[in-house]
């Protein structure tokens, strides 16, 4: 851990807004800087509650994640919020539209928003965001919200990773369930039916209600509600805030283990990460890699072979490297 990393941890733990900004800039960057700052701010983490939201672009999450600040700064909690931009091309505007409707709680020290772009790294995307969250959490913010568009897998991949999942919809052409993308359907804790004022809401909570009546989704002890709100007027926004505190509050270990799954899930995640690092970049001689890939791509050997090879020559690599000095690459 550098220096510098442990200084703006510091100011990260005194609520520091510049500090905080800047720690995250340092997160979204690939490289050892990132893993640094984590590495600063890590033992302060943990006491946040992590709410996810999802759901099809312009359904209205980034309006009903303001609204529902409001309602949590009601109640005396702070807020940090992360907004996934995302590279789809239906939302070009959503970073200035966040900035505007965000505009609210400008100059509120208990609310801290943070846009990421994820257009063009949606390989690094996930595990920036988690940086950003790690972040604020270390900062105090009570309940950190995730906004990602239910669009890609690593989008939905985020928000899974969060202690509550909001699923956000809207009614629309008579097809709100089919509007779901697969995948999304299953990780929501509680559903939100959003521009409620639109026709056909109740309709398209009856199909949501009807779905989750087939099927086992979700933790065992938890049926999740579906609530119709009205995001740009904050109808129906207290009772998604009292829905996240029910489900905040129920009993047993679920909480404790989808906490569990999802460390697992980042250390697995860097572990592949930084073996691949490994294999490509330290291991094999310079140009070794892409001459296993070229031997596969003139059917000399095939990929099984290809990949038992290189990670042959990668493990014995990392035991030289652990044996002594200068054989191995530095890892950040
Ligand atoms: N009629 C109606 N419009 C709404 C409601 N909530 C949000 N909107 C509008 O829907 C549009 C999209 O809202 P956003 O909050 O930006 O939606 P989003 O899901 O965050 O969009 P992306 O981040 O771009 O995917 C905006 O014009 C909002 O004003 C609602 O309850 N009723
Ligand atoms: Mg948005």
């Known amino acids: ?11 990260v733990f005194e609520g520091d807004r510049r500090a905080v900004a800047r720690a995250i800039t340092r997160v979204e960057a690939e490289g050892p800087s990132a893993a640094s700052m984590v590495r600063a701010v890590h033992g302060r ?9 999802t759901g099809a672009p312009g359904v ?5 994640v303001d609204r529902l600040t409001g309602v949590l700064r009601s109640r005396g909690r702070t807020v940090g919020i992360v907004a996934v931009d995302p590279s789809s091309p239906f939302s070009g505007g959503a970073v200035l539209g966040d900035r505007v409707r965000m ?19 949606l390989g690094g995307l996930s595990r920036a965001t988690a940086d950003a969250v790690l972040v604020l959490d270390a900062a105090g913010f009570d309940v950190i919200v995730i906004e990602t568009v239910g669009v890609g897998q690593a989008e ?3 928000s899974r990773a969060a202690d509550v999942t909001l699923v956000v919809t809207m009614p629309g052409g008579g097809d709100g369930v089919q509007a779901l993308k697969a995948g999304v359907m299953e990780i929501a804790d509680v559903f939100v039916v959003n521009k409620a004022d639109h026709a056909g809401a109740d309709r398209t909570a009856a199909e949501i209600e009807a779905v989750l009546r087939l099927n086992e989704y979700g933790p065992a002890d ?8 009205r995001a740009s007027e904050g109808g129906g926004v207290e009772e998604v805030a009292g829905a996240v505190d029910r489900f905040r509050a129920r009993g047993g270990d679920g909480a404790a283990r989808r906490r569990r799954a999802r460390v697992q899930a980042r250390v697995r995640e860097l572990v592949s990460r930084r073996f691949l690092e490994h294999a490509e970049h330290a291991a094999l001689e310079p140009g070794g890699f892409d001459r296993v890939v070229d031997e596969v791509a003139d059917t000399v050997i095939d990929p099984y072979t290809a990949a038992e090879r290189i990670l042959d020559l990668a493990v014995r690599g990392a035991a030289a490297g652990a044996r002594g000095p200068g054989s191995r690459r530095e890892a950040g």
């Open 156 to 158: 939905v991949e985020i």
């Open 1 to 11: 851990m550098t220096a510098d990393a442990r200084e703006l941890a510091a100011g």
């Open 103 to 121: 505009q609210a709680h400008a100059g509120d020290d208990g609310v801290f928003v943070r846009s990421m772009a994820s257009r063009g790294r």
């Open 45 to 53: 983490t943990g006491r946040g509650y992590l709410v996810g939201v």
């Open 222 to 229: 938890w049926r999740p509600p579906v609530l119709r709100t």
């Open 60 to 64: 209205g999450k980034s309006t009903l």
